[in-house]
């Protein structure tokens, strides 16, 4: 048996065995006292009764007096010759077939009971294991004896009790039977929540299947949701590692290039082959370098910066980063098509610095990599939204590699043929600035156009 089942079996079979033991001493020691009790009642209230009867009452219903209160009456006019007395009375119950080793009435007795006494007294018949339990009153100089048969209730409560602890083995063997399946049946469910567990612990997210309808299956619910948001932690945690080794990688592979060819370039000035351009070479390889590291410590320190997070009217906060970028917007001749819908102001929560820098990137982008010079811009409320849109024209077709865009140091093929490609951190950046803003982000591919958007939702007052 299981140890719960133990536990339980040894809790309730003390539990039986106490409440059978108190029965047994009562049984033993309160019954038999009880039981003369009852009897010296009845008798005493049948004497009291006869007392207040007349004695011609009293003669004519003495044989309904004993049926009824199951006693022996036996009478005789009060006589000095005790002997004779004593054996007409003992005639007298013989006659009523109680028979009496030890039967005596005294001279003091019947002087006592003369008196108006009642007189009780118990006479034990020895081998007959019985007693005689007997009442003396006396009416009109006639001396009645009231009496009942007790017999010696030891005997019956031993064989009670004997047959009481058989029925206490008996119950005790029936419980622990019924403890060992019924806890079999708690402790099944709860080795196959142990053994998820220890899994769980080993990194594998199993999933308890258990339908108890009670705490059980509710502890086995939580454990597996427990198992469920382990599991997509650990997935997100390897997933992070996955993206981090890729990311140094790249971060190393970056560096390499630029670096590789600072190094030839400086050997062929060294070795007298330059014709003039290798320093210009160096230099934007050295920029190159600079503005990787540069836009590096940016990433990094957005991911630690603390958000001063304030209200601003979208519109406003977009125009001025806007500004910014008129001269590259007219010199590459970019019609911007704005569409700003809103009844008030459309106010948003942000960190006004963190969010120029996603301006910045998205107008940056959009003018370096349109295919058309057209950029289109959309603000709008939608349902507890307010929603803000960029859009320009591209050459790209894969829904799924646009997706990748958001990971660090990711260009696109067709953005490297066009040497636009900058570092490739830009929207790394911009999407680590909306996930502390706690912001939904997209990017999609819509009739040949590329869209982002970012989904902010509306200040609660
Ligand atoms: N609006 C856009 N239209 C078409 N392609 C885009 C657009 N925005 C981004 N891309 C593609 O996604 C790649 C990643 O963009 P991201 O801004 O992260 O880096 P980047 O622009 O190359 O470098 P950086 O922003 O650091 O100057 C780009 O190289 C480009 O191929
Ligand atoms: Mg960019």
Not at 116 to 125: A, L, V
Not at 206 to 211: H, V
Not at 273 to 301: A, C, F, P, W
């Amino acid at each position: 048996m299981n140890r719960l089942g133990r536990k339980i079996s040894i809790t309730i079979t003390l539990c039986i065995l106490f409440v059978f033991i108190f029965y047994l001493m009562i049984n033993s020691y309160l019954l038999p006292k009880y039981y003369l009790f009852q009897m010296k009642n009845r008798v005493h209230d049948l004497s009291t009764e006869i007392n207040k009867m007349p004695m011609a009452e009293f003669k004519q219903s003495i044989n309904q007096l004993e049926q009824e209160n199951n006693v022996t009456i036996a009478y005789e006019p009060i006589q000095t010759n005790l002997d004779h007395f004593n054996g007409i009375l003992r005639d007298n119950l013989y006659q009523k077939r109680v028979t009496l080793n030890k039967f005596w009435v005294t001279e003091d007795t019947i002087n006592q009971v003369k008196s108006g006494k009642r007189i009780s007294k118990i006479y034990n018949q020895g081998k007959l294991k019985s007693s005689f339990l007997v009442d003396f009153i006396q009416k009109d100089n006639v001396f009645i004896v009231v009496g009942v048969s007790i017999v010696y209730l030891s005997d019956a409560v031993q064989i009670v009790n004997k047959f009481t602890i058989y029925i206490m083995i008996f119950l005790i063997l029936m419980l622990i039977l019924m403890v060992w399946i019924w806890s079999k049946k708690i402790t099944d469910p709860l080795k196959e929540l142990k053994d998820i567990s220890i899994e769980i612990a080993q990194l594998e997210f199993k999933k308890a299947k258990i339908s108890t309808n009670d705490e059980i299956e509710e502890l086995a619910q939580s454990i597996n949701e427990m198992s469920d948001k382990l599991r997509i932690a650990h997935d997100d945690l390897n997933q992070r590692n996955a993206n981090l080794k890729t990311f140094i990688s790249d971060i190393s592979h970056e560096l390499k290039t630029p670096l590789a060819l600072i190094k030839a370039y400086s050997a062929g000035i060294k070795d007298g082959i330059d014709d003039g351009t290798y320093v210009d070479t160096i230099i934007r390889q050295t920029d190159q370098i600079n503005r990787l590291i540069d836009k590096l410590l940016e990433l990094s320190r957005i991911e630690r910066e603390i958000l001063h997070v304030e209200q601003f009217d979208l519109i406003k906060l977009f125009e001025s980063s806007l500004e910014n970028f008129e001269i590259e917007l007219n010199q590459n001749n970019i019609t911007l098509t704005k569409e700003y819908i809103g009844t008030n102001q459309l106010n948003i929560e942000v960190d006004r610095d963190q969010f120029e820098k996603v301006f910045n990137n998205l107008i940056s982008n959009a003018i370096k990599y349109t295919k058309y010079p057209e950029i289109k811009i959309k603000i709008y409320e939608e349902n507890e939204e307010i929603l803000f849109k960029i859009k320009n024209e591209t050459n790209l077709k894969n829904s799924t590699q646009i997706k990748q865009m958001w990971e660090p140091f990711y260009v696109m093929e067709a953005s490297r043929n066009k040497h636009l490609t900058g570092t490739g951190l830009g929207l790394a950046i911009v999407k680590s600035i909306l996930y502390r803003h706690h912001l939904k982000h997209d990017v999609e591919l819509i009739d040949g156009n590329i869209q982002f958007s970012i989904h902010f939702p509306k200040p609660l007052q």
